[in-house]
């Protein structure tokens, strides 16, 4: 088995300031995910990482930057913080970057913007 | 692009009542389809996946039938628990692409 970190757990913000959030993963999985979760709005993905030295943009990439350090860290960086946002940010993995592989999720990190 | 719609918001049961979650997509081909489950606190854990038409996935008496004529993924189980109650998301491997594509989630309360 392995486990997906995720720091910090929570994240409290203040408009207009560059934040970033980190990922740790132990399964040696070569795929890794960052997906923002709203209320009823569901998981969307932000930035995912096939390999090592890939990174690709999800459908709402806009206003973040992602880094793939190495093969078990995954970092996500929130470019200019909303006022009053409130969301959810969820990493995961897969073995590889198929569409039938699982994803491992981690439990996300709480992001509120003051 | 590729989609899936569930039944939206919530779901309120009794203990031992029947449950259905309604799951429809929208692909060419046939992609994976998914159910996952998320308790408070945590994130989406795999519960099953079917990857061609009239596959079954179960796990933890949750099954689910894919069905390539109504493009379906239908999530039941006969008799839901307490601690069942959870959100619930469908989702599908996008086959154009190396990503998971998830719907908005159904909020499920089972009152004992």
């Known amino acids: 088995g392995g486990i997906i970190t995720q720091t910090p757990k929570f994240l409290i913000g203040q408009e207009g300031q560059k934040l970033t959030l980190k990922c740790q993963q132990n399964?040696?999985?070569?795929?890794m995910y960052w997906y923002r979760q709203d209320s009823g709005k569901g998981l969307r993905l932000i930035y995912y990482?096939?390999?090592?030295?890939?990174?690709q943009k999800g459908d709402l990439s806009e206003g973040y930057d992602a880094s793939r350090e190495k093969k078990s860290s995954f970092s996500l960086t929130v470019t200019s913080a909303q006022k009053n946002e409130m969301a959810v940010f969820l990493c995961?993995?897969?073995?590889?970057?198929?569409?039938?592989?699982?994803?491992?999720f981690g439990s996300g990190t709480r992001l509120t913007v003051l | 692009g590729d989609s899936v719609t569930q039944t939206e918001g919530q779901v309120a049961l009794s203990e031992e009542d029947f449950l259905t979650i309604h799951c429809n997509y929208s692909?060419?081909?046939?992609?994976?389809l998914f159910w996952y489950v998320q308790y408070p606190g945590e994130g989406p854990q795999f519960l099953f996946r079917?990857?061609?038409?009239?596959e079954k996935g179960s796990s933890r008496g949750f099954e689910a039938t894919y069905d390539k004529g109504t493009t379906s993924f239908h999530l039941r189980k006969a008799s839901v628990q307490e601690s069942d109650s959870a959100v619930y998301y469908c989702?599908?491997?996008?086959?154009?692409?190396?990503?998971?594509?998830f719907g908005k989630g159904t909020h499920l309360h089972v009152l004992p």
């Open positions: 995961a993995s897969s073995r590889t970057g198929g569409s039938a592989e699982t994803l491992y």
């Open positions: 399964f040696n999985h070569d795929t």
């Open positions: 990482s096939i390999t090592e030295n890939d990174l």
């Open positions: 692909a060419s081909g046939y992609p994976a």
């Open positions: 079917a990857s061609r038409d009239k």
């Open positions: 989702a599908l491997g996008d086959t154009n692409a190396y990503k998971v594509i």
